[in-house]
Nanobody
Framework: QVQLVESGGGLVQAGGSLRLSCAAS????????MGWFRQAPGKEREFVAA???????????DYADSVKGRFTIARDNAKNTVYLQMNSLKPEDTAVYYC???????????????????WGQGTQVTVSS
C-alpha cells in the first residue's frame, strides 16, 4: 500500500512559478512509476507528467505537450518525494493537481490513468490573469 500526499498548491499570477510536492509512504518508492495529472472544473482528468522507472537509478520523463518546456518532474528517493516544478504558469493551468504511483511492472502508456494504482487527494493550483 502506498499513500500519497500532495502539497505546494496555491494562487499565483500568470507567468509565475510553483513547485508541487508529493510525499509517498512505503519502502519501495524508488521502483514506482510516478505521475502528475490535473483536473479543471467541468473537464476530465488529464495527464501532465510522469517518470518511468527503468531499473537502478534510471528514470525516463514524459510530458503532455501543453506543459513541455514549462514543467519539470523530478524525484528524491531519499525523501520518498516527487516534485512538479511549474514555470511560466498560464490561467489554463488552473486545476486540481493529483500525484499518482504505479507499479513498475506496468509496460503500457504512462499518460493513461490505468497505469497508476495509487492516487493522492490533490492540491489546488489557481493562476490568475
Amino acid at each position: 500500500q502506498v499513500q500519497l500526499v500532495e502539497s505546494g498548491g496555491g494562487l499565483v499570477q500568470a507567468g509565475g512559478s510553483l513547485r508541487l510536492s508529493c510525499a509517498a509512504s512505503g519502502r519501495t518508492f524508488s521502483s514506482y512509476n510516478m505521475g502528475w495529472f490535473r483536473q479543471a472544473p467541468g473537464k476530465e482528468r488529464e495527464f501532465v507528467a510522469a517518470l518511468r522507472w527503468s531499473g537502478g537509478s534510471t528514470y525516463y520523463a514524459d510530458y503532455a505537450d501543453s506543459v513541455k518546456g514549462r514543467f519539470t518532474i523530478a524525484r528524491d528517493n531519499a525523501k520518498n518525494t516527487v516534485y512538479l516544478q511549474m514555470n511560466s504558469l498560464k490561467p489554463e493551468d488552473t486545476a486540481v493537481y493529483y500525484c499518482a504511483a504505479g507499479r513498475s511492472a506496468y509496460t503500457g502508456s504512462l499518460p493513461l490513468p490505468q497505469a497508476y494504482d495509487y492516487w493522492g487527494q490533490g492540491t489546488q493550483v489557481t493562476v490568475s490573469s
